[in-house]
T-cell receptor
Protein backbone atom coordinates (compact mmCIF):
# COMPACT_ATOMS: atom_id res chain seq x y z
CA UNK A 1 0.00 0.00 0.00
CA UNK A 2 2.67 2.47 -1.07
CA UNK A 3 0.27 5.04 -2.54
CA UNK A 4 2.20 8.07 -3.70
CA UNK A 5 5.86 8.53 -2.89
CA UNK A 6 8.22 11.43 -3.47
CA UNK A 7 11.98 11.42 -3.52
CA UNK A 8 14.17 12.79 -2.22
CA UNK A 9 12.52 14.07 0.97
CA UNK A 10 15.19 16.74 1.38
CA UNK A 11 17.54 18.28 -1.15
CA UNK A 12 20.12 21.06 -0.98
CA UNK A 13 21.65 22.34 -4.18
CA UNK A 14 23.27 25.43 -5.65
CA UNK A 15 21.94 28.04 -8.04
CA UNK A 16 22.33 27.10 -11.67
CA UNK A 17 22.28 23.36 -11.11
CA UNK A 18 19.72 21.01 -12.54
CA UNK A 19 17.65 19.05 -10.05
CA UNK A 20 14.89 16.51 -10.57
CA UNK A 21 12.21 15.65 -8.06
CA UNK A 22 10.60 12.27 -8.43
CA UNK A 23 7.00 11.24 -7.91
CA UNK A 24 5.65 7.70 -8.16
CA UNK A 25 2.11 6.45 -7.56
CA UNK A 26 0.85 2.89 -7.37
CA UNK A 27 -2.89 3.54 -7.90
CA UNK A 28 -2.77 3.85 -11.70
CA UNK A 29 -4.38 7.28 -11.35
CA UNK A 30 -4.75 9.16 -14.61
CA UNK A 31 -4.08 12.62 -13.21
CA UNK A 32 -0.93 13.79 -11.50
CA UNK A 33 0.00 17.23 -10.19
CA UNK A 34 2.93 19.22 -8.86
CA UNK A 35 2.44 21.99 -6.30
CA UNK A 36 4.80 24.24 -4.42
CA UNK A 37 4.13 25.56 -0.94
CA UNK A 38 5.56 28.87 0.20
CA UNK A 39 4.86 31.06 3.19
CA UNK A 40 2.41 33.75 2.19
CA UNK A 41 1.34 31.97 -0.99
CA UNK A 42 -0.09 28.68 0.19
CA UNK A 43 -0.03 25.83 -2.31
CA UNK A 44 0.16 26.71 -5.97
CA UNK A 45 -0.10 24.43 -8.97
CA UNK A 46 3.02 24.18 -11.11
CA UNK A 47 2.11 21.56 -13.73
CA UNK A 48 -0.36 18.76 -14.13
CA UNK A 49 -0.84 15.76 -16.35
CA UNK A 50 -4.08 14.13 -17.46
CA UNK A 51 -2.41 10.96 -18.78
CA UNK A 52 0.91 9.67 -20.04
CA UNK A 53 2.44 12.10 -22.55
CA UNK A 54 -0.15 14.80 -21.75
CA UNK A 55 0.97 17.70 -19.57
CA UNK A 56 -0.22 21.24 -19.04
CA UNK A 57 0.84 24.36 -17.18
CA UNK A 58 -0.58 25.43 -13.88
CA UNK A 59 -0.36 28.75 -12.09
CA UNK A 60 3.45 29.00 -11.69
CA UNK A 61 5.18 26.91 -14.43
CA UNK A 62 8.16 29.16 -15.25
CA UNK A 63 11.53 27.53 -14.58
CA UNK A 64 10.12 24.00 -14.40
CA UNK A 65 9.91 21.12 -16.85
CA UNK A 66 7.82 17.95 -16.51
CA UNK A 67 7.46 14.73 -18.39
CA UNK A 68 5.21 11.72 -18.11
CA UNK A 69 6.36 8.77 -20.13
CA UNK A 70 4.69 6.27 -17.76
CA UNK A 71 1.38 6.63 -15.96
CA UNK A 72 2.93 5.99 -12.55
CA UNK A 73 5.78 8.53 -12.72
CA UNK A 74 5.73 12.30 -12.97
CA UNK A 75 9.17 13.86 -12.47
CA UNK A 76 9.63 17.60 -12.02
CA UNK A 77 12.89 19.16 -13.23
CA UNK A 78 14.37 22.52 -12.38
CA UNK A 79 16.71 23.04 -15.32
CA UNK A 80 18.72 25.87 -13.75
CA UNK A 81 17.75 26.27 -10.12
CA UNK A 82 17.27 29.74 -8.64
CA UNK A 83 16.93 30.79 -5.00
CA UNK A 84 13.30 31.73 -5.59
CA UNK A 85 12.59 28.05 -6.21
CA UNK A 86 13.46 27.18 -2.63
CA UNK A 87 10.20 25.67 -1.44
CA UNK A 88 8.37 22.55 -0.38
CA UNK A 89 7.14 20.60 -3.38
CA UNK A 90 4.15 18.29 -3.27
CA UNK A 91 3.08 15.74 -5.81
CA UNK A 92 -0.55 14.59 -5.98
CA UNK A 93 -2.67 12.22 -8.01
CA UNK A 94 -6.35 11.63 -8.67
CA UNK A 95 -8.31 9.00 -10.52
CA UNK A 96 -10.12 11.49 -12.74
CA UNK A 97 -10.26 15.14 -13.60
CA UNK A 98 -12.17 17.49 -15.84
CA UNK A 99 -15.88 17.31 -15.15
CA UNK A 100 -15.45 14.01 -13.31
CA UNK A 101 -13.53 15.38 -10.34
CA UNK A 102 -12.09 12.95 -7.87
CA UNK A 103 -10.16 13.74 -4.69
CA UNK A 104 -6.47 14.40 -4.93
CA UNK A 105 -4.06 12.44 -2.76
CA UNK A 106 -0.74 13.96 -1.79
CA UNK A 107 2.77 12.67 -1.25
CA UNK A 108 4.80 13.66 1.80
CA UNK A 109 6.61 16.47 0.00
CA UNK A 110 10.18 17.34 -0.92
CA UNK A 111 11.87 20.17 0.92
CA UNK A 112 14.22 21.85 -1.57
CA UNK A 113 16.78 24.47 -0.59
CA UNK A 114 18.77 26.34 -3.22
CA UNK A 115 21.85 28.15 -1.97
CA UNK B 1 -10.02 32.98 -10.86
CA UNK B 2 -11.73 31.32 -7.96
CA UNK B 3 -11.17 32.99 -4.58
CA UNK B 4 -11.00 30.84 -1.46
CA UNK B 5 -11.08 32.51 1.93
CA UNK B 6 -10.60 30.72 5.22
CA UNK B 7 -11.35 31.97 8.70
CA UNK B 8 -10.10 32.39 11.28
CA UNK B 9 -6.43 32.52 10.23
CA UNK B 10 -5.32 31.29 13.66
CA UNK B 11 -7.00 29.38 16.43
CA UNK B 12 -5.76 28.38 19.87
CA UNK B 13 -7.77 25.73 21.66
CA UNK B 14 -7.56 24.03 24.97
CA UNK B 15 -7.69 20.25 24.77
CA UNK B 16 -11.30 19.08 24.83
CA UNK B 17 -12.75 22.22 23.26
CA UNK B 18 -14.88 22.33 20.11
CA UNK B 19 -14.32 24.64 17.16
CA UNK B 20 -15.59 25.56 13.70
CA UNK B 21 -13.46 26.54 10.74
CA UNK B 22 -14.99 28.26 7.76
CA UNK B 23 -14.22 28.28 4.05
CA UNK B 24 -15.91 30.76 1.69
CA UNK B 25 -15.51 30.55 -2.06
CA UNK B 26 -16.32 32.90 -4.87
CA UNK B 27 -17.73 30.67 -7.57
CA UNK B 28 -19.66 27.48 -8.06
CA UNK B 29 -17.35 24.48 -8.12
CA UNK B 30 -17.49 20.80 -8.77
CA UNK B 31 -16.17 19.80 -5.42
CA UNK B 32 -14.24 20.69 -2.29
CA UNK B 33 -11.59 19.02 -0.17
CA UNK B 34 -10.45 19.61 3.41
CA UNK B 35 -6.87 18.77 4.39
CA UNK B 36 -4.90 18.72 7.60
CA UNK B 37 -1.21 19.58 7.34
CA UNK B 38 0.41 18.09 10.41
CA UNK B 39 3.51 19.53 12.13
CA UNK B 40 5.69 17.21 10.00
CA UNK B 41 4.34 18.84 6.85
CA UNK B 42 2.24 15.96 5.57
CA UNK B 43 -1.04 16.81 3.86
CA UNK B 44 -3.74 14.48 5.06
CA UNK B 45 -7.06 14.16 3.24
CA UNK B 46 -9.92 14.77 5.64
CA UNK B 47 -12.99 15.16 3.47
CA UNK B 48 -14.05 15.26 -0.13
CA UNK B 49 -17.42 16.97 0.16
CA UNK B 50 -19.36 18.59 -2.71
CA UNK B 51 -22.44 19.16 -0.58
CA UNK B 52 -24.12 17.91 2.55
CA UNK B 53 -22.46 16.69 5.71
CA UNK B 54 -19.86 14.01 6.38
CA UNK B 55 -18.41 12.76 9.61
CA UNK B 56 -15.13 11.06 10.39
CA UNK B 57 -14.61 10.42 14.08
CA UNK B 58 -14.38 13.72 15.93
CA UNK B 59 -14.31 15.69 12.69
CA UNK B 60 -17.24 16.58 10.50
CA UNK B 61 -17.73 18.85 7.51
CA UNK B 62 -20.67 20.55 5.88
CA UNK B 63 -20.72 22.17 2.46
CA UNK B 64 -23.54 24.41 1.25
CA UNK B 65 -22.60 24.84 -2.38
CA UNK B 66 -25.52 27.14 -3.22
CA UNK B 67 -24.32 29.60 -0.57
CA UNK B 68 -20.65 29.01 -1.38
CA UNK B 69 -19.25 27.97 1.95
CA UNK B 70 -18.03 24.95 3.83
CA UNK B 71 -17.51 24.36 7.56
CA UNK B 72 -15.16 21.99 9.35
CA UNK B 73 -16.05 21.02 12.92
CA UNK B 74 -13.52 19.73 15.39
CA UNK B 75 -15.04 18.28 18.53
CA UNK B 76 -13.25 17.33 21.74
CA UNK B 77 -9.96 18.60 20.29
CA UNK B 78 -6.72 16.78 21.03
CA UNK B 79 -3.11 17.93 20.76
CA UNK B 80 -2.75 15.75 17.67
CA UNK B 81 -5.28 18.03 15.93
CA UNK B 82 -2.67 20.80 15.85
CA UNK B 83 -1.53 21.91 12.43
CA UNK B 84 -2.89 23.84 9.49
CA UNK B 85 -6.29 23.09 7.99
CA UNK B 86 -6.78 23.86 4.32
CA UNK B 87 -9.86 23.87 2.19
CA UNK B 88 -9.33 23.56 -1.53
CA UNK B 89 -11.77 23.88 -4.36
CA UNK B 90 -11.73 21.34 -7.10
CA UNK B 91 -12.61 22.81 -10.46
CA UNK B 92 -11.92 20.95 -13.69
CA UNK B 93 -9.52 18.67 -11.88
CA UNK B 94 -7.40 21.46 -10.39
CA UNK B 95 -7.27 22.47 -6.75
CA UNK B 96 -7.33 26.08 -5.63
CA UNK B 97 -6.20 26.30 -1.99
CA UNK B 98 -7.21 28.72 0.71
CA UNK B 99 -4.54 30.25 2.94
CA UNK B 100 -5.35 27.86 5.77
CA UNK B 101 -6.26 28.05 9.46
CA UNK B 102 -3.40 27.44 11.89
CA UNK B 103 -4.72 25.45 14.86
CA UNK B 104 -2.81 24.98 18.09
CA UNK B 105 -4.31 22.68 20.71
CA UNK B 106 -2.78 23.10 24.16
CA UNK B 107 -2.83 20.40 26.86
Amino acid sequence: DAGITQSPRYKITETGRQVTLMCHQTWSHSYMFWYRQDLGHGLRLIYYSAAADITDKGEVPDGYVVSRSKTENFPLTLESATRSQTSVYFCASSARGGELNQPQHFGDGTRLSIL
Amino acid sequence: GIQVEQSPPDLILQEGANSTLRCNFSDSVNNLQWFHQNPWGQLINLFYIPSGTKQNGRLSATTVATERYSLLYISSSQTTDSGVYFCALLSWGKLQFGAGTQVVVTP
